[in-house]
Every structure is written in C-alpha cells, then in structure tokens.
C-alpha cells in the first residue's frame, strides 16, 4: 500500500474499499456489499450502502437490503449524507457508518426499521500488489472500464446484532463477507457465487463470470478466488486461466475454469431470488435478482493429475445468475 503522503487520487487505485470519487461525466455508482450470516446459518442479510449520480439526471445516496427471504428494502438519502475519509476507508450515509472494522445502521422511512451494529473481526482481503491491485489486476488500470470490482474481505467472524423491523437478529459467531462495485453500469449479462460457509471457518469461494465491453468489442471475463488452508487459488482473466464450461439449469449453474495449474468445478443450485436496483448510467434504474440462500459444491484438482486438492460443500450461497440470453454458456 503507497504511504499516506502519496496523493489521494494515487493511493485509492491501490486501496480499493475507500471511495474511489471515479469520473462522472458518463454517470457514477459506487456502493459496497456486506453479507452477514447468523452462527446458525437461519438468518442472513446483505447490506449495500452507495452513491448513485445518474448521466444528466438525479443523484443520491443510498443503503440497500437483501433479505434471506427474497425481500429488499431501499433507503434514500440527499447525496449531501454521503461523507467519506481519504484517511481510511470509511463511509457515512447519514447516521449510518461502514468501515472495515464494521458498520452501525440506523435506518427508518417507508422501507422499514432497521438498527444496530455489527464488528467485524479480521479482513482477509484479495491481495494488493504494485501492478495488480486487487482482484481486477492490471484491468483496474484501465480508465474506461464499464464496472470495476474488489474483493474487501473472504471471510470474517462477526460480533453484534441487528434489529429488522423490531425484531432482533444475533449476527455475533456468525461470518461475514465483503465487496464492492463502481463505474457507469453493471454488465450486460453476469454470473456471481459467494460463499464462506463450507463447515470449519477459513474456507471461502468468490466467483464472478461477465461480459465486458472493451475498445469497441466485447469480451466474457472471470474471475474466481478460493480461499482454502490460508492459500488463495486465483483463476482469472488477467492471469491465463480459462472459462471451461458455463451453463444454466433452472436456478442452478455449473462453472468450470482452470490454469496451468489446477481445475476448479463449481455447481450451484437453490437460487430463491429477491429483487435489487443496480446501476445503469449511474442511476438506480435497473434491477437485479439475488439469492442469499443457495448451495454451493467445489472441487479443486490438480491440473496434472486430477488430483482431488480440496472438495466441499457450502451453504448460505450468495447468488446472481443474470444472463437470460446465456451469452456466457459455454
């Protein structure tokens, strides 16, 4: 990480959870994703705070819920609430602060009630290197990207409760997870998978295959990390490996990506969808479908010999299946 005395609009290319303040002109989003699940895995939640300045058109904050349920609630803010330190990463939306170390909410309006507080412990983050500064290596270094994406924490232990509505929800034992998206739009077509409950805690899965628009073209990205034994096994774009297999069953996928290295087998089923907002053009105006519920299985082989390197089951599956017209099956 660049030292302190290094300019702002320097240092935040290499600390991707502080606010990013990315070019406007063509429309701006910026929000952050914190999926909380109770020890029991009965309750989970994700809270999404953000900043929307829509292309010649309105501009607000914001703090989004998903619910285990399939239900989601809004909260607006004047975009004056939306204050933020270029010390750390920390984000204010009026009364409600985010930060590495947790989050406190205090929302109310016709969304509903939601209060409380939830600390974080440890981050363990996508590495940060010189020219590969999170999970978009060089790619983050490209000025005209349509989304930019970061990976803030895989998995970590929770402390604290929430209150939806009146009634009290205990988060502490629980694990957490962390991102964050920013640009203009979501893409035209995506696939996202998360989870971090694969029995012991430790043992984390972050998966995202997506159609990016580049110089004129387009083309279908991915990029996976399993956190497994402390050892992160990255399959990405930037770094040579390569989209197998991708294809849809009725709230379900398979995914198959591999490198010189190792094959990685993820199947994923049990999407019971809520509705969200997501950005185009800056503004809240599009919608996604998100499930916090599913299953998740993963192998990861040896490329060599087939060799099994881990093989497990994850639940409380944070998943985004948003390609209807399968443009990435492969």
Known sequence: ????????????LWDPATYQDGRKSLGYFEGWYFKLVDAAQGRSVAVIPGISMAHHGERHAFVQLNRDDG?????????????WSRERFEVCIG??????RGIELD?????GRLTGSITFGPWVPWPVRAFSPGIMGWYRFVPFMECYHGVLGLDHDLTGSLALDGEAVDFTGGRGYAEKDWGRSFPEAWVWLQSNHFGAPGTSLTLSVAKIPFVGGWFVGQIA???HDGHLYRFTT????RLKRLTHREGGVTVVMADRYHELTVEADGARAGEL????????TGRVQESLTGRVHVRLTRSGDGSVVYEGDGASCGMELMDPN???TV
């Open 225 to 227: 990390g399993l956190l």
């Open 95 to 100: 009364p409600n602060r985010f930060s590495s």
């Open 1 to 12: 990480m660049p030292p302190r005395w290094v300019p702002y609009h320097l240092r935040k």
């Open 326 to 328: 399968g443009v990435l």
């Open 277 to 284: 907002a997501s950005p185009v053009l800056g503004g809240m």
């Open 107 to 111: 929302l109310s309006g016709e969304a």
């Open 238 to 241: 930037y770094t040579g490996a």
């Open 71 to 83: 239900t989601s609630a809004y909260w607006r803010f004047p975009v004056e609430d939306f204050t």
